[in-house]
């Protein structure tokens, strides 16, 4: 059927990047791209064609407004027009390309070759309609995190949470940078089927990375013992509510890598955490975002 999907444009302040994706959901949103346009992004994402859809795309706009209202930033900018099945297909690919991070991994499109002098471990994704391709600051700080972490070890046996974990692509960085198993979860179903579909692509048993519908409360009788290391690329204000839970999965061991905070709200991300038995070690910075690095308090007494 042709013109059967809306490309909606949207001009941004950075700071409301992560937001927006949020609220593409309500949309159903089936792929996004993103590039930086004097400062500002401009995210465009592909939604198909329904009967009657202009009032929601009217309560959209309504609310990318408040949002940005709350961040006292300039409203966005939000356009849209139709476009044929085969132009949604391929035209949002063209702003997806290969991107290195940090020293050993780059993040290839699913539909682009690797060179066979490609000397980085190699993470293929196809991200359809999750969060997670690595362009975003809030990916790329976990993934230097995680390759600080997990170091060069061949034979490493961390046994990682990942929450919220959107394409996968944090859960299979973390098996490339060696760790020996991932149990990665996420609340939204397409999340899911696209973390399971980009696991395959990258040719990695599901025992490696166990992939489930849900939250922390679903892990914890898998490890009684507490697993070695959480990642969680969130919004801050759903870290905060997890860490209650974070804590039933810990031991006096467990580390965490922590991001999706904005820079303002680090301090009420810290706060919580402190007053929980975790230490900041670090704070790591891009643009308006940040990532903590945490690790239990060696005198916190751990209840299980």
């Known amino acids: 059927m042709s013109n059967s999907w809306w490309e909606i444009r949207i001009l941004c302040d950075p700071i409301q990047e992560e937001s927006i994706y949020w609220r593409l959901e309500s949309l159903d949103s089936r792929g996004t791209a993103m590039e930086i346009k004097e ?4 995210i465009r994402a592909y939604v198909p064609q329904r009967r009657g859809q202009f009032s929601g795309f009217k309560k959209f706009v309504d609310r990318l ?65 999750a969060f997670g391709t690595g362009t975003h600051p809030t990916t790329q700080l976990c993934l230097e995190s995680l ?10 046996k961390n046994i990682l949470v990942d929450i919220g974990c959107g394409s996968g692509i944090l859960s299979i960085a973390s098996i490339l940078l060696g760790a020996k198993k991932v149990y990665a979860v996420d609340t939204d179903p397409l999340a899911i089927s696209s973390a399971k579909a980009n696991r395959d692509l990258n040719q990695i048993d599901n025992s490696a990375i166990a992939i489930s519908q ?17 990642v969680c690329n969130i919004l801050a204000e759903v870290i905060i509510e997890l860490v209650p839970q974070m804590n039933a999965i810990s031991n006096i061991n467990t580390w965490g890598i922590l991001s999706g905070i904005l820079l303002d709200k680090a301090k009420n991300v810290a706060d919580v955490l402190e007053n929980s038995g975790w230490i900041v070690a ?8 940040c990532c903590l690095n945490i690790r239990r308090a060696n005198k916190s007494l751990i209840s299980r």
């Open 214 to 230: 849900g939250s922390i409360a679903q892990l914890m009788p898998l490890q009684k013992n507490g697993v070695d290391g959480i």
């Open 147 to 156: 390759e600080m972490r997990l170091g060069f070890a061949k034979t490493n």
């Open 65 to 129: 407004s408040l949002d940005a209202d709350t961040l006292n930033l300039t409203h966005p900018k939000v356009e849209w027009d139709s476009v044929s099945e085969q132009d949604w297909a391929t035209s949002w690919k063209q702003y997806w390309q290969p991107t290195p991070i940090g020293d050993r991994l780059i993040v290839y499109p699913s539909w682009l070759e690797v060179p066979e002098q490609e000397s980085r471990s190699v993470l293929r994704l196809d991200p359809g309609v």
């Open 282 to 289: 670090t704070l790591w910075k891009r643009e308006q975002w």
């Open 39 to 42: 400062n500002l992004c401009l």
